[in-house]
């Protein structure tokens, strides 16, 4: 597929969430990425440094050690390290799940990297319809860099948002 190509079926596929109510931001399944990989199981390659939330400044990955969310164990990080020796089966299913969908996307775990912190971190606006435009405008950014699209076409490609 070429970048041109790539870079229409990705905001195709976020233009269609947008529209169906199915993007969400903080939402493992209807965020950016979650729509683009057509599974949750993604933040298993990826961790945070942040000792309270996800700062997605700082999302990581780890090779041979999956991310588990942590439950009432007193640790003030919900995200953790887990090595992949200690994955129940069903873990390991999703894992495999997850490096499968990454793998087909076609975008390397660092560009996913940038799709995810720039959706999320977008200006959040004065509204939830704000926030939403404004991380879509984020991810047209930087799939735009991404895909080396030329300026018209980000240009083009945003007003069919509006």
């Known amino acids: 597929m070429t970048n041109q190509k790539k870079f229409e079926h990705s905001v195709n596929v976020l233009l269609k969430a947008f529209l169906n109510n199915t993007l969400e931001h903080g939402s493992c399944h209807a965020c950016a ?6 599974t949750n199981w993604w933040l298993r390659f990826f961790v945070t440094e942040n000792e309270r939330n996800i700062n997605f400044r ?4 780890k090779e041979g050690y999956f991310i588990y969310k942590s439950i009432g164990n007193g640790a003030t990080n919900p995200f953790m390290y887990k090595p992949i020796s200690e994955a129940s089966e069903e873990v390991i299913k999703q894992i ?3 490096k499968c969908a990454i ?3 076609g975008y390397s775990i660092t560009e996913l990297q940038m799709i995810e912190f720039a959706f999320e971190t977008a200006n959040k606006g ?3 319809d704000d926030y939403m435009f404004n991380g879509l405008m984020a991810v047209v950014d930087v799939l735009a ?3 080396q699209i030329d ?4 240009k083009e490609t945003k ?3 509006v």
């Open 159 to 161: 007003e069919l948002f």
């Open 126 to 128: 004065k509204s939830n």
């Open 103 to 105: 793998d087909n996307s």
């Open 96 to 98: 495999k799940e997850a």
């Open 151 to 154: 300026l018209t076409t980000v």
């Open 58 to 61: 700082q999302l990581k990955h």
């Open 33 to 38: 990425i979650g729509n683009l990989l057509k």
């Open 145 to 147: 860099e991404i895909h």
